[in-house]
């Protein structure tokens, strides 16, 4: 069975830039979430989607990120304009979501380097 | 604030001795808890969970512990292989809320 897709694995732009990240999660899982993982620290929450729908994007900066999963499958995390801040890597996991249990299963990360 | 704490960086263990992560929490709400390990350039991989309706959950070489009165789980792994040397990552959820809580990661290394 495939695991979680990510795509590019690694990315470097200039600050003010613009960048996006690609994810294909699991076939069959429903939530599929995005996450951003300093060094030295766990994963942190950026989205979280049930289908085709955003039911946790609290803690997604919105003013300058956005993330779209269309059809429920596949989705894209864009930063637009990128700042110095935004170096990290990048993580995309999916799960079976409901009564699937909180297993999430991540894909390899896209490193972003903003200089 | 952190509610899910690894306060030991990094470990290091001789290959076929017993190693032991340590995981605090803050969060009385927590019933949920998983365990993850990261090899570099890799994303996290499930290892194992406990309910809270649990204080033990065994699979293989892996064990986690979960002392609630404490609010602190561990996972024990023996005997130790270095294939075992990754970062260890522990996480809490509450119920059906599937948002995890992430700790910062434990280094183990094991010595041959």
């Known amino acids: 069975e495939a695991g979680v897709v990510q795509s590019p694995r690694y990315k470097i732009i200039e600050k003010k830039q613009p960048v996006a990240f690609w994810c294909n999660p699991i076939?069959?899982?429903?939530?599929l979430y995005w996450y951003r993982q300093n060094l030295g620290q766990g994963p942190e929450l950026l989205i979280r989607?049930?289908?085709?729908?955003?039911?946790?994007d609290s803690q997604l900066p919105k003013d300058r990120f956005s993330a779209e999963r269309l059809k429920g499958v596949d989705s894209t995390l864009k930063i637009q304009p990128a700042e110095l801040g935004d170096s990290a890597v990048y993580l995309c996991?999916?799960?079976?979501?409901?009564?699937?249990?909180?297993?999430?299963?991540f894909g390899p990360g896209t490193r972003l380097t903003v200089t | 604030d952190q509610q899910v704490k690894q306060n030991s960086p990094s470990l290091s263990v001789q290959e076929g001795r017993i190693s032991i992560l340590n995981c605090d929490y803050t969060?009385?709400?927590?019933?949920?808890f998983l365990w993850y390990k990261k090899y570099p350039a890799e994303g996290p991989t499930f290892l194992i969970s406990?309910?809270?309706i649990k204080d033990k959950n065994e699979d293989g070489r892996f064990t986690v512990f979960l002392n609630k009165s404490a609010k602190h789980l561990s996972l024990h792994i023996v005997p130790s292989q270095p294939g075992d040397s990754a970062v260890y990552f522990c996480?809490?959820?509450?119920?059906?809320?599937?948002?995890?809580?992430w700790g910062a990661g434990t280094k183990l290394i094991i010595k041959p």
């Open positions: 996991a999916s799960s079976l979501g409901l009564d699937g249990g909180n297993e999430q299963y």
């Open positions: 076939s069959g899982h429903n939530t």
């Open positions: 989607y049930e289908n085709e729908e955003a039911v946790d």
């Open positions: 969060n009385s709400m927590f019933d949920y």
């Open positions: 406990i309910s809270s």
């Open positions: 996480a809490a959820s509450v119920g059906s809320n599937y948002q995890l809580i």
